[in-house]
């Protein structure tokens, strides 16, 4: 069973595609809009898989994911 603590406990709903979502069968991951986080730090400590850094504390190793997330939503608002 999937843990999506993340999304539920975002305040601004910056995380997706949410399960409602039309593309959310087809996701790879969930991705967090750059554009709309507050870096407010509540989904680091629920993350069930520590995939999830404050802002400046993503290792260096996975920081091209920064830019996969920024893609993934600007591919959406220009499909809408």
């Given at each position: 069973m999937a843990d999506y603590s993340c999304v539920e406990i975002c305040p601004v709903g910056c995380i997706g595609p949410r399960?409602?979502?039309?593309?959310?069968g087809d996701a790879e991951q969930l991705y967090i809009d750059p554009d709309a986080c507050v870096d407010c730090g509540a989904c680091v400590?629920?993350?069930?898989?520590?995939?999830?850094f404050e802002a400046g504390c993503l290792p260096e190793k996975?920081?091209?994911?920064?830019?996969?997330?920024?893609?993934y939503f600007l591919a959406?608002?220009?499909s809408a």
């Open positions: 399960a409602a979502d039309e593309d959310f400590e629920v993350c069930p898989v520590s995939a999830i996975w920081r091209h994911y920064a830019q996969v997330n920024k893609d959406k608002r220009e």
